[in-house]
């Protein structure tokens, strides 16, 4: 099992293209999660997903777009970057029935906007 | 809102030595609380997790943490590290429910290990 993978690994943009970065987990969990890690801030919480074809925002939205058409994908687009939105992604994914209340985390994706 | 303050941006402690990070939470009702690791280049690994009854719970790698209610506190200890512990360490909480919504991160303590 790859358990969750991220796609890329790493990512130039220059400001104003767009990218979609992927997740992709091997689990069956029905939870997934989109955070960023920008140095000495921890990770915040960008936007979720409670099942196929649900997203809701979390703290950080704003300039994000996500989609979950299926179960085990979940994909965070930026439509048109931006140099503050250089960070490390991170994707989760939980399964939160039958006290499985953990989080576990891909490898991450770097993005340096320019 | 949920929040959580990780004190100490940056810990020192000798290899062998015991080690404590601090972490507190703000959050109304009886909070879900976690402490992840994160390797450099890596991402977060789950050390332990605390959602109810016994106030003091194991985690891996010889990591132990204790709720606190009185003190809104769920610190971290270890009592001998080891040079593979240098990493940095985050605190986190989820609302009710096990932080099905996502959890809220405290910014990290960075922890070094002297030989």
């Known amino acids: 099992n790859a358990g969750v993978t991220q796609t890329p690994k790493f990512r130039v943009l220059k400001t104003g293209q767009s990218m979609t970065l992927l997740c992709a987990q091997d689990m069956n969990h029905e939870y997934m999660y989109w955070y960023r890690q920008d140095p000495g801030m921890g990770l915040r919480l960008i936007h979720y997903s409670v099942g196929e074809g649900t997203t809701a925002k979390g703290e950080v939205p704003d300039g994000y777009n996500v989609s979950r058409l299926k179960k085990q994908n979940f994909l965070l687009g930026l439509e048109s970057a931006a140099p503050s939105q250089t960070s490390v992604y991170f994707c989760?994914?939980?399964?939160?029935?039958?006290?499985?209340?953990?989080?576990?985390f891909g490898p991450g994706t770097r993005l340096l906007v320019l | 809102a949920q929040s959580v303050t990780q004190p100490d941006i940056h810990i020192t402690v000798s290899e062998g030595a015991s080690l404590e990070l601090r972490c507190n939470y703000s959050?109304?009702?009886?909070?879900?609380l976690f402490w992840y690791v994160q390797s450099p280049g890596q991402g977060l690994q789950l050390l332990l997790k605390y959602f109810s009854g016994d106030t003091l719970v194991q985690g891996i790698k010889g990591f132990e943490a204790e709720f606190k209610r009185s003190q809104s506190s769920f610190n971290l200890r270890k009592p001998s590290v080891h040079w593979s512990d240098a990493a940095e360490y985050f605190c986190?909480?989820?609302?009710?429910?096990?932080?099905?919504?996502?959890?809220?991160f405290g910014k990290g303590t960075h922890l070094i290990i002297q030989p």
């Open positions: 989760a994914t939980a399964r939160w029935s039958a006290r499985e209340e953990t989080q576990y």
């Open positions: 986190a909480v989820g609302e009710s429910g096990g932080g099905a919504d996502g959890l809220t």
């Open positions: 959050y109304g009702a009886t909070p879900y």
